[in-house]
């Protein structure tokens, strides 16, 4: 059992400038998949991503907007969503405070974010 | 892209008498793991688990332990549990509210507990 705090967790910058915990991931030994908490601060616009893996993320806190080519959908604090895999995906943060979220991906997906950028 | 909300989802009861709400399962289409959020009441002692899975778990609100063979423990909110394949465990709550935590798993490994008990 391996049991860590989102508060001592080192938090990097990814370079749309999303913020972003390392709790589960492959290097302390997870075999199929990562887990990562995300804060977008107010205003901050995410930049359009697609990519071959999916996401699963839970709102934690704050209010967002994820777009998604035309489709824009309203999250908050308690909504759980399903990004498909090479599906586009956007996130924008107008909360009062930030948007933090719970992301889950395929192990190995996302190495590059585990870096200061 | 799907959207969920906790509160838009059936609670079910496990054996054990942890409340359930699967939020988002192989049924909507997910490729490789599955997203549920858990609620343990104070007091509830969820009985003595091993699989051949992991758990990846984020605890949401409340107070508990987690127990393993002769270790224990304490998780809050904030905190992330990485539960390795085969490695016992029992879930503990014992804060006034009810112990509330996402716990991520492989597609198709709890399927039992897609069903009212």
């Keep these: 059992m391996f049991v860590t705090n989102r508060d001592n967790t080192e938090a990097l910058k990814t370079p749309s ?7 589960l991931s492959k290097e302390i030994g997870t075999p199929n998949f990562e887990m990562r908490y995300f804060e977008v601060e107010k205003g901050v616009e995410g930049k ?5 893996f ?7 806190k704050g209010k967002g907007i994820i777009k998604s080519g035309r489709q824009e959908v309203r999250i908050q604090e308690g909504d ?13 943060s107008f909360g009062e ?19 200061l950028s």
Aim: glycine residues 6%.
């Design 97 to 115: 405070e930030a948007l933090g979220f719970i992301c889950v991906i395929p192990k190995g997906c996302e190495d590059h974010l585990k870096k």
């Design 54 to 60: 999916e996401h699963e993320i839970f709102v934690i």
């Design 48 to 52: 359009e991503e697609k990519h071959p």
């Design 80 to 92: 759980a969503v399903y990004i498909a895999p090479d599906e586009l995906h956007q996130f924008f």
């Design 17 to 23: 400038g999303k913020s972003v915990w390392w709790l």
